[in-house]
């Protein structure tokens, strides 16, 4: 078997065991059980109060399913501005190292992304997970996937070392603005950082982001024991990936237009009336109350 | 195929403070929006501005502009009479039903508030019927010193015919701009998109949202509303929520947000509960803008 440097990738950043900090977070599910909405269904509606129905298993995949699109929606957009944003270094680093005031611009419009996504992010609870994890990719890059100094292994050639410095100094840049509070630093647009500096492609990035992200609502869901471990492994064979495949098909194309500046929407030239028509939304706001309401519960297991 | 006729109404009104008095600098609306100021008895400088629509709703392929400027210690409170209803076809029409999937209903709004002065946007909810397409955008420019306070809701249908999220897709934006830079922004989608996804069974809009037909967002800037905020903030410390058999009929969540704003929102079974808990929790609204307006803002 030939696995190509792109694949190997994938088996990597897919390792259950990467430090990302994601174990802490439930997305909202630990808050959504408690508050009584797993296993309801429309069924009930004729009777006097809502009572679950159904299957916690089948409870967990509607959680799942609604709570993946709607960060799909929402997060997606930022992944796959913030990879071609840090792809225009890569493109450029093939020939030589890459012009500063290139490096600044890509800088800005990353701050530009994770300004958005922070206005965008109107859940205290989930901007506290987002910003945990997308630090911990950004010490990733610089501690766990820069080429390590060993006697065994040669030193590396210039190419691939101006690919690495540039990368590091961008993430490394990037990590003081945070420590600093310049910008919160979330998690999508360290994810589009982070895979693209290691030269994962666009779609290979979104697809295991999303994938990503539904394996950690089932990680949570096996520690809040509304499935159990073999049922988890039948999902992510059978649900977890049409639920991937569909939510990619609806978003891997809507960009953020975060550097679009603003505009008076009254502008008699405008071509279309809403420029942001297909831009990120919430598609749940169910699950932004109940994400938000996640510090309310009396005894909690994780963070978010 | 015949284009449906397409009304782009325009409205706009610009807002002055003369000491305790206001006046409508300009204040102007084509068909089929329809401005009016009832006097108030307020001893403020305020006003009123009810935004309608003839016949009380929109059509597939109206569109609305609405701009308002509120002057430096100006202040104005945005009303409407009844719901916004959003309908397909235009009622009664001699129109042919050839209307095409694009026929979106669009509603825009603009404002700009000076320093010091305050804004108001509380009205009724918007009802999306069945097989409607709708986008609203509304954008809140401001100062530090402003106050704006922003109601956006929305119900499921006409529940007198059955109808529970039936509407085709409904778009909501709310952006807030202070001192010129951008500190919130909320999109909310909602169509049925994801409603079909072979091999997986069907999951209707209305499962998504279930047990729920009413959903508000409330946006709350400005020192005059921090008692508001504060009093909500408390409410929520004493909320110890254990694991509940069912959810409840009311539910909401609040988070503060960039500009030192707070966004709260709400879901509930019916309407009317979120009516009523946003007249208690709005209750210190009556000290800014004075209770004859308050009352008419909740009827």
Redesign the interface.
């Known amino acids: 078997m030939d696995l190509s440097q792109d694949e190997y990738l994938l088996l990597l950043l897919s390792d259950g065991n990467l430090p990302t900090g994601s174990f802490v977070s439930s997305s909202g599910l630990e808050?959504f059980?408690?508050?009584?909405?797993l296993g309801?269904?429309?069924a009930t509606?004729d009777t006097e109060?809502?009572?679950?129905r159904l299957s916690k298993t089948d409870g967990t995949v509607?959680f799942i399913?609604?709570s993946l699109?709607t960060y799909a929606?929402t997060a997606l957009p930022f992944v796959s501005d913030a990879h071609i944003t840090v792809s225009r270094l890569r493109d450029e680093i093939a020939s030589g190292p890459p012009p500063v005031e290139l490096v600044e611009e890509v800088e800005k419009a990353l701050l530009e992304l994770d300004?958005?996504y922070?206005?965008?992010m109107?859940?205290?609870?989930a901007?506290r997970a987002s910003q945990a994890q997308g630090v911990a990719l950004l010490t990733l890059y610089s501690k766990g996937f820069t080429k390590p100094s060993l006697v065994a292994l040669p030193a590396i050639d210039t190419k691939d070392s101006t690919a690495q410095d540039t990368f590091l100094t961008l993430i490394d840049d990037m990590k003081l603005r945070i420590r600093a509070s310049d910008t919160p630093g979330h998690l999508p647009i360290c994810w589009g950082i982070l895979t693209a500096a290691l030269g994962l492609s666009l779609e290979r990035s979104q697809y295991l982001h999303l994938f990503l992200q539904a394996r950690s609502l089932i990680s949570a869901a096996i520690r809040m024991n509304t499935i159990g471990p073999y049922a988890s492994q039948q999902l992510l064979l059978h649900?977890i990936k049409?639920?991937c495949d569909?939510a990619l098909k609806?978003t891997s194309h809507i960009r953020t237009q975060a550097s679009a500046k603003?505009k008076?929407?009254?502008d008699e030239e405008r071509s279309t009336?809403?420029e942001?028509?297909d831009?990120?939304?919430?598609?749940?706001?169910?699950g932004?109350?109940?994400?938000?309401?996640h510090d309310?519960?009396?005894s909690r297991i994780f963070n978010s | 195929m015949e284009k449906a006729q397409r009304v782009h109404g325009?409205g706009k009104a610009v807002l002055r403070a003369y000491g305790t008095e206001v006046a409508f600098e300009e204040m102007s609306y084509t068909y089929p929006l329809k401005l009016l100021s009832p006097k108030t008895s307020a001893s403020k400088p305020i006003a009123i501005v009810y935004a309608m629509s003839y016949g009380g709703g929109l059509v597939g392929g109206d569109?609305i502009?609405l701009?308002i400027d509120v002057g430096a210690a100006a202040g104005l409170v945005v009303l409407t009479q009844g719901s916004t209803k959003v309908f397909k076809t235009r009622p009664h029409s001699y129109r042919p039903s050839s209307l095409s999937a694009s026929d979106l209903t669009?509603q825009?709004l603009?404002v700009n508030v000076a320093s010091r002065g305050s804004f108001f946007l509380l009205p009724e909810f918007v009802t999306c019927f069945k097989d409607a397409q709708y986008?609203q955008?509304q954008?809140f420019q401001f100062h530090e010193d402003s106050t704006v306070v922003v109601l956006d809701w929305i119900t499921s249908g006409r529940l007198s015919l059955g109808e529970q999220w039936s509407f085709t897709r409904y778009?909501s934006?709310n952006e807030f701009?202070m001192s010129g830079k951008?500190?919130?922004?909320?999109?909310?989608?909602?169509?049925d998109?994801?409603s079909n996804?072979?091999?997986?069974g069907p999951?209707p809009l209305?499962?998504?949202?279930?047990?729920?037909s009413c959903?508000a967002?409330l946006f709350l800037f400005g020192s005059d509303v921090q008692n508001i905020v504060n009093s909500l903030n408390n409410d929520?410390a004493n909320?110890?929520?254990?694991?509940?058999?069912?959810?409840?009929d009311l539910?909401?969540?609040?988070?503060?947000?960039?500009g030192h704003g707070t966004?709260v929102?709400?879901?509930a079974t019916e309407a009317q509960m979120i009516r009523l808990w946003l007249r208690t929790a709005l209750g210190p609204l009556k000290d800014v803008i004075g209770i004859d307006i308050f009352e008419k803002a909740f009827i």
């Open positions: 808050s059980v408690k508050h009584g909405f309801l269904d429309t509606k109060t809502p009572i679950p509607n399913r609604d699109f929606h300004e958005l922070e206005c965008m109107l859940n205290h609870v901007r649900v049409p639920l569909s609806q603003s008076n929407i009254n009336p809403y942001d028509d831009g990120p939304a919430t598609t749940w706001p169910l932004e109350i109940l994400g938000a309401r309310l519960l009396h | 325009k569109h502009d701009e669009t825009a603009h986008n955008s954008k778009r934006t701009w951008r500190v919130a922004k909320d999109v909310l989608l909602l169509d998109s994801q996804l072979p091999p997986l999951r209305e499962s998504r949202l279930y047990p729920y959903f967002t929520l909320v110890s929520q254990f694991q509940s058999p069912s959810p409840m539910i909401w969540s609040l988070s503060s947000c960039g966004v929102r709400l879901a």
